[in-house]
């Protein structure tokens, strides 16, 4: 298994996943960066665009910043990015 590298912007009109830029996914979300609810905004995103319980989605690096490495159970990177790029 490998992380997705991701960047988040916060705050966004609607959620979505935008596009890839520089190596990582561009997801937005209407949450706002605080206490943690954009990242559980980006987790939810992603797990319902990939069809997996959202417990399945964590993130492992860069909890506090845009950038941010995502890591989806039972699928590596590439498949992860494919289906979200779709």
């Keep these: ?6 960047r988040v ?3 966004a ?5 935008a596009e890839e830029r520089a190596g990582a996914v561009v997801i ?3 949450a706002p ?3 943690g ?9 992603i797990a319902k ?13 860069g909890e506090t910043g845009r950038d941010k490495h995502v890591r989806v159970e039972g699928m590596d990177a ?5 289906a979200l790029l779709a």
């Design 28 to 30: 937005r979300t209407t």
């Design 78 to 82: 590439e498949a992860v990015r494919a």
């Design 37 to 45: 609810k954009a990242n559980e905004a980006v987790c939810k995103l």
């Design 13 to 17: 009109k609607r959620n979505e996943v």
């Design 49 to 61: 665009r990939l069809g997996v319980p959202a417990g399945h989605v964590r993130i492992t690096r």
């Design 1 to 6: 298994m490998t992380d997705l590298a991701i």
């Design 33 to 35: 960066p605080v206490e």
């Design 9 to 11: 912007q916060p705050r």
